[in-house]
């Protein structure tokens, strides 16, 4: 079973330059989330997606855009990555059903920006 | 906005040691608190969760509790191995589709 995998595993990318990151779960889940995680600090939710066709700012949306191309897929778009975005990138995703909800998460993107 | 403090941020302890993780919460309105395990490199690996009307949850060698009112949870992890190593992240649920997470602590359990 995959549960939730992404793409790319690394990337540098420079000032200015785009790129989107992919995300995919074959759990039949309905909610999908990207969130950053940055040294000293936890897990901040950019962008989430409650359904298929649906998606939602998170705490810190600036500089991302999002589309939930289907029900498993749910990617990220940096359309000017700028050196602040340097960070890793996690997927997650949830059935998001009542006070039980837990989340799967995916490995990770590792993103430098120059 | 719901913060979410562990303390300490490192730990580090001798193999068979029973220790405990903290986390702290500043808006007791949750609908959940969940416990999780990141391994340098890797995603976020569910460990517990504890729903508001829960006091504790237990899974083999952990156990994680819940105090609402005092915004604390921890969690017991006994005869602690070096395969324990890597960091817990806690995190709490304040609505639908709002997850705040820790910093986290991390573990170094020596042989």
């Known amino acids: 079973n995959a549960g939730v995998t992404q793409t790319p595993k690394f990337q540098v990318l420079k000032t200015g330059q785009s790129m989107t990151l992919q995300c995919a779960q074959d759990?039949?889940?309905?909610?999908m989330y990207w969130y950053r995680q940055d040294p000293g600090m936890g897990l901040r939710l950019i962008y989430y997606?409650?359904?298929?066709?649906?998606?939602d700012k998170g705490e810190v949306p600036n500089g991302y855009n999002v589309s939930r191309l289907n029900k498993r897929e749910f990617s990220l778009r940096l359309e000017s990555a700028a050196p602040s975005q340097t960070s890793v990138y996690f997927c997650?995703?949830?059935?998001?059903?009542?006070?039980?909800?837990?989340?799967?998460f995916g490995p990770g993107t590792r993103l430098l920006v120059l | 906005k719901q913060e979410v403090t562990q303390i300490p941020a490192a730990l580090s302890v001798p193999e068979g040691e029973n220790l405990v993780l903290n986390c702290s919460f500043t808006?007791?309105?949750?609908?959940?608190l969940q416990w999780f395990r990141q391994d340098p490199g890797k995603g976020l690996t569910s460990l517990l969760l504890?729903?508001?009307?829960?006091r504790e949850q237990t899974s083999g060698r952990l156990n994680a509790s819940l105090d609402k009112s005092s915004g604390r949870s921890t969690l017991y992890i006994a005869a602690s191995q070096p395969g324990d190593s890597a960091t817990y992240l806690c995190?709490?649920?304040?609505?639908?589709?709002?997850?705040?997470f820790g910093s986290g602590t991390k573990l170094n359990v020596k042989p």
């Open positions: 997650a995703s949830s059935d998001g059903q009542g006070t039980q909800e837990t989340q799967y």
């Open positions: 759990m039949n889940h309905n909610s």
């Open positions: 997606s409650a359904s298929e066709g649906t998606t």
């Open positions: 808006d007791s309105a949750i609908y959940n």
């Open positions: 504890i729903q508001s009307s829960q």
């Open positions: 995190a709490v649920r304040p609505g639908f589709n709002k997850f705040y």
